[in-house]
């Protein structure tokens, strides 16, 4: 199971389960698995969203995002521990942590409520304030020490998750639903496929707007996205009183 120090961008992952197969991308950090049977992910980060399908392409969007990865035997902790299974950790002194399989573990939550002595480099007695730290707990259990840390844990920003709650909004969906929803696919007419039709047409582009009318008058999608001669002529497409779109 994948352990992530979301401050420093590292993910400490066991080489013996290494290449990933497809069930355990899908606990990777940043990796958001469509519903179906669609053997595909995507990598989402600040807002950009990226098709992939093996776990070499993903160890090659980690590293154009500076996200690195890290044989679990390099997490330096005051206390050694081990993975004696893909989502079970286990200290020397016999402590026992089990998260859920399908996500991968927050270093600030592995052995959540030991975090100090675990992983601490060196002994430090706490402050007063951090005794009287106020411990939140996400749909599944999981402890945090603020509300920040779990929406950012997540993938979202603590505004967003702020938001959603006062829509009336259940923990669990707040939590979960991306900030960007997935977009359908689309296809240009070279059979090559975009994630929306906002990315269809910056990636030809074209002013969607525009685009949208042209279509709607009846003009093919190779004629409008190769901006055929006669196709963007001023004046070309109208809409009457009722809205229809209208040729000249």
């Keep these: 199971m994948p352990v992530f120090d979301q401050k420093k961008q590292i993910i400490y992952l066991n080489s013996s389960y290494l290449p990933l197969n497809f069930e355990r991308i899908a606990a990777m950090p940043y990796v958001l698995s469509p519903s179906g049977?669609?053997?595909f992910f995507y990598f989402s980060k600040n807002g950009q969203r990226i098709k992939f399908y093996t776990w070499e392409e993903l160890k090659e969007i980690y590293q154009r995002h500076d996200i690195l990865l890290?044989?679990?035997q390099e997490l330096r902790t005051s206390?050694?521990?081990?993975?004696t299974s893909w989502n079970v950790f286990e200290t020397a002194s016999g402590k026992v942590f089990s998260p859920p399989a399908g996500r991968v573990v927050s270093l600030?939550?592995?052995?959540?409520?030991?975090?100090?002595s675990l992983f601490q480099p060196h002994s430090i007695k706490p402050s007063v304030s951090s005794l009287?730290?106020?411990v939140v707990e996400d749909h599944l259990g999981n402890k945090f020490p603020t509300k920040k840390a779990m929406a950012l844990y997540y993938g979202i920003t603590p505004v967003v998750l702020a938001k959603r709650r006062s829509r009336g909004w259940s923990l669990e969906k707040s939590l979960t639903t991306p900030i960007n929803p997935q977009l359908p696919?689309?296809?240009d007419h070279l059979g090559n496929t975009f994630i929306g039709k906002k990315e269809l047409y910056k990636h030809y582009d074209v002013?969607?707007?525009i685009a949208e009318k042209l279509?709607?008058?009846?003009?093919?999608l190779e004629d409008v996205l190769t901006k055929k001669e006669g196709v963007y002529n001023t004046g070309r497409v109208q809409k009457d009183h009722l809205g229809n779109t209208l040729l000249d």
């Design 37 to 39: 049977d669609k053997k």
């Design 70 to 72: 890290k044989n679990f």
């Design 79 to 83: 206390e050694k521990i081990k993975e």
């Design 108 to 116: 600030t939550n592995l052995f959540s409520g030991t975090q100090t």
């Design 132 to 134: 009287n730290k106020t």
């Design 185 to 187: 696919e689309v296809k």
């Design 207 to 209: 002013v969607p707007r």
């Design 215 to 220: 279509l709607a008058a009846g003009f093919s």
